[in-house]
């Protein structure tokens, strides 16, 4: 539905507008599905977010958890359900269980260090995470990315050790678990992605 609304906006921009450059039609058709699409995605985890008064924790996950999810990538839903499905998982998931679980200090530390090893090994493995659609090609980037996703990983689990409240504390290390699981091979095969750099791999071995 939203990819019909999308075309037929495309087309009315085009015609619209004098001279313009029809090949520029895909460009503004992404850019529409993007802001159509983002717009809804974000009001019903708004919404989902303050019937279970976590509202606060849900806004401090979008910011907290980004650097390393921007390093460390991720797979992309080509549905806007599925994404809807994955963002609220992650985001009102990590809130919703930060606000209602409280550890004791050695079963938390004995988390943190567990989710240190997890994120280490799948970042050495598959970070950055990317997706045919949008590869990240160059190795030299690839290296950027990947020095400050393990960066970013250890200063959130460091900061959750630090930080006094329970419940932020524990909201970081449960988003780290998340973005983590999110670049994984077992995710990527459940959501039906590649990765681009590995299948560019594949292919440039092949010819």
């Known amino acids: 539905m939203i990819e019909a609304i999308c075309n037929s906006l495309t087309k009315k921009i085009i015609k619209s507008v004098d001279g313009y450059d029809e090949n520029k039609a895909d460009e503004i058709n992404f850019g529409l599905q993007l802001l159509i699409g983002e ?46 499905i994955a963002t609220n998982t992650m985001y009102i998931g990590s809130a919703y269980l930060a606000s209602i679980l ?20 799948m970042i050495a493995k ?26 970013t ?9 630090i930080v006094k409240d329970t419940v932020l504390s524990n909201l970081l290390i449960f988003l780290t678990i998340f973005q983590t699981i999110w670049i994984s091979k077992f995710t990527y095969k459940i959501t039906n992605n590649k990765y681009g750099y590995e299948e560019y791999v594949k292919l440039k071995n092949v010819t």
């Open 102 to 121: 409280n550890f004791d200090n050695t079963i938390k530390y004995i988390l943190i260090a567990i989710t240190f090893i997890f994120s280490f090994a």
């Open 153 to 161: 990983m250890t200063l959130t689990l460091v900061a959750s050790i």
């Open 39 to 84: 717009v809804p995605k974000f009001f019903i985890t708004f919404i989902l977010a303050w019937i279970l008064n976590i509202i606060d924790l849900t806004i401090i996950s979008f910011i907290v958890i980004l650097p390393y999810r921007m390093f460390s990538g991720g797979f992309h839903l080509r549905t806007h359900l599925g994404c809807i």
């Open 126 to 151: 598959y970070a950055p995470a990317d997706t045919e659609d949008v590869p990240i090609l160059r190795k030299k980037e690839r290296s950027i990315k990947k020095n400050l996703s393990y960066i």
